[in-house]
Antibody, heavy 121, light 110 residues
Framework: QLQLQESGPGQVKPSETLSLTCSVS?????????????WVWIRQPPGKGLEWIGG???????YYNPSLKSRVAISVDTSKNQFSLKVSYVTAADTAVYYC??????????WGQGTTVTVSS | QSALTQPASVSGSPGQSITISCTGS?????????VSWYQQHPGKAPKLMIY???KWPSGVSDRFSGSKSGNTASLTISGLQAEDEADYYC??????????FGGGTKLTVL
C-alpha cells in the first residue's frame, strides 16, 4: 500500500526558502508514474481551504498554481523515491499545513498526513 | 485560476440526503470529466471520495454519489450518518494542466 510522508522544518523565517520532502513507501515513484500519476503538493492555511500548489511528473515536467509560480519549485528524485517542494521569499501568508499527494487528472488518491509550517521570525 | 464555488455550509438530519454544489467554468468543471470530491475531518488529511465526476475509489460507501451538469458538479450524500460530518472539497483538473479546489463546505449532521 502506497504511503506518503512529509518532512521538513516546522518554522521558517520571513523572506527565506521553505523546503519540504515527501518520502514515498510501499511502491516506487517510477512505477506509479508509468500509470499516468504525478506528484503534487497542496497546502491549507489555518482555518481555510485547500490550495493546489503544483505537481511534477517523474520525467521532470512541472505544473504550478499561477498565483505561486514565481516562488515555487517541485522536483522528483526517483533514486531516493521522494519528491520535494521549495517556496522562496516566504511570508506569514505561507503559514499552512502542507500535504503531499499522488495525483492524476482523475483525482488525488493517496495523501500524506500533512506537516505544519509556520513562517515567523 | 479562480477557486471553484461551493456553499459554505450545509446541514441535514441522520437518514436524510444532502447535496453540495461546485460551480466552475468551461476551463475546468465544464471542460473535463475530471471532478473529484474530498472529505476532511478536523486535523486529518483529505480523503478522496469521488473521482471522474461519479466514480468511487475502493472502500468508499455508495451513499456518496457525484454528478455534473454543465459547469456545476454535485456531491450527494444519502442516508446521512453522524460520521459524515466533515468538510467537503471539490476539485477539478483544468485546461492549464493544473488543479483547482473549491472553497470547501462544512457539513453538519443535526
Amino acid at each position: 500500500q502506497l504511503q506518503l510522508q512529509e518532512s521538513g522544518p516546522g518554522q521558517v523565517k520571513p523572506s527565506e526558502t521553505l523546503s519540504l520532502t515527501c518520502s514515498v513507501s510501499g511502491g516506487s515513484i517510477s512505477s506509479s508514474s508509468s500509470s499516468g500519476y504525478y506528484w503534487v503538493w497542496i497546502r491549507q492555511p489555518p482555518g481555510k481551504g485547500l490550495e493546489w500548489i503544483g505537481g511534477a511528473y517523474y520525467s521532470g515536467s512541472t505544473y504550478y498554481n499561477p498565483s505561486l509560480k514565481s516562488r515555487v519549485a517541485i522536483s522528483v528524485d526517483t533514486s531516493k523515491n521522494q519528491f520535494s517542494l521549495k517556496v522562496s521569499y516566504v511570508t506569514a501568508a505561507d503559514t499552512a499545513v502542507y500535504y503531499c499527494a499522488r495525483g492524476h487528472p482523475s483525482g488525488m488518491d493517496v495523501w500524506g498526513q500533512g506537516t505544519t509550517v509556520t513562517v515567523s521570525s | 485560476q479562480s477557486a471553484l464555488t461551493q456553499p459554505a455550509s450545509v446541514s441535514g438530519s441522520p437518514g436524510q440526503s444532502i447535496t453540495i454544489s461546485c460551480t466552475g467554468s468551461s476551463s475546468d468543471v465544464g471542460g473535463y470529466n475530471y471532478v473529484s470530491w474530498y472529505q476532511q475531518h478536523p486535523g486529518k488529511a483529505p480523503k478522496l471520495m469521488i473521482y471522474d465526476v461519479s466514480k468511487w475509489p475502493s472502500g468508499v460507501s455508495d451513499r456518496f454519489s457525484g454528478s455534473k451538469s454543465g459547469n456545476t458538479a454535485s456531491l450527494t450524500i444519502s442516508g446521512l450518518q453522524a460520521e459524515d460530518e466533515a468538510d467537503y472539497y471539490c476539485s477539478s483538473y483544468t485546461s492549464s494542466s493544473t488543479w483547482v479546489f473549491g472553497g470547501g463546505t462544512k457539513l453538519t449532521v443535526l
